[in-house]
């Protein structure tokens, strides 16, 4: 049972150029999304998070918006960079989940000259 | 110092072998982790370690036996490992236990088991 879904194996993107990625969830327990970023050998990066108070949260290049009705949050990347590929998962918490972050399978992306 | 820190990075062993993984933070953080990652999936969750007490093991088989000896430190044991265990074993940190859970992670142990 896969609570966190992204449906995006992987994407590619040009450098200069928007990168979105997106994140699908059927807990509606879930009130506290994260999005992580990997690369190979290393440890998740914490990015940034946003709570089911908010619609969006930005931090410098990246935004994440949350629309709660459709249970769906994306990441945006604005410009991409070269050093931005990697392995982004969203994850989840929330009341009720014993404050387990449950993840997503992840997208690859790759940022192109 | 902002970083959670594992030994070993690699780590192979036989099935009869014990061994253990260490992780080290100090951030300050009250909660730690392990979870699990094999290739091309998401980090599983193992255990969780709140003010030095285990409060959750996600029905760890019992060759896998955590250990939390102070709020610094967190060890995970391994016994009679099968080649199947062989995966990523990843170490996080978190303030504290809550909803509002931003965990940092440290790179790693990768584990061959032959």
């Known amino acids: 049972d896969q609570q966190v879904k992204q449906n995006s194996p992987s994407l590619s993107v040009q450098e200069g150029r928007i990168s979105i990625l997106n994140c699908d969830y059927t807990n509606s327990m879930f009130d506290y999304f994260l999005w992580y970023k990997k690369y190979p050998a290393e440890g998740p990066t914490f990015l940034i998070s946003i709570s089911s108070i908010k619609d969006k949260n930005e931090d410098g290049r990246f935004t994440v918006f949350l629309n709660k009705s459709a249970k769906h949050l994306s990441l945006h990347i604005v410009p991409s960079q070269p050093g931005d590929s990697a392995v982004y998962f969203c994850?989840?918490?929330?009341?009720?989940?014993?404050?387990?972050?449950?993840f997503g399978t992840g997208t690859r992306l790759q940022v192109t000259l | 110092d902002t970083e959670v820190t594992q030994t070993p990075k690699h780590l192979v062993m036989g099935m009869t072998n014990k061994k253990s993984l260490k992780c080290e933070q100090h951030?300050?953080?009250?909660?730690m982790y392990w979870y699990k990652q094999k290739a091309k999936k998401p980090p599983e969750l193992m255990f969780v370690?709140?003010?030095?007490?285990?409060?959750i093991n996600e029905s760890v088989p019992s060759r896998f036996s955590p250990e939390c000896p102070n709020s610094s430190l967190l060890n995970l044991h391994l016994h009679a490992l099968q080649p199947e265990d062989s995966a990523l074993y990843l170490c996080a940190s978190s303030p504290q236990r809550g909803v509002y859970n931003e965990q940092f992670f440290g790179p790693g142990t990768r584990l061959t088991v032959l």
């Open positions: 951030m300050g953080h009250r909660a």
């Open positions: 994850a989840a918490s929330g009341t009720g989940t014993a404050s387990k972050l449950t």
């Open positions: 370690y709140s003010y030095e007490k285990l409060s």
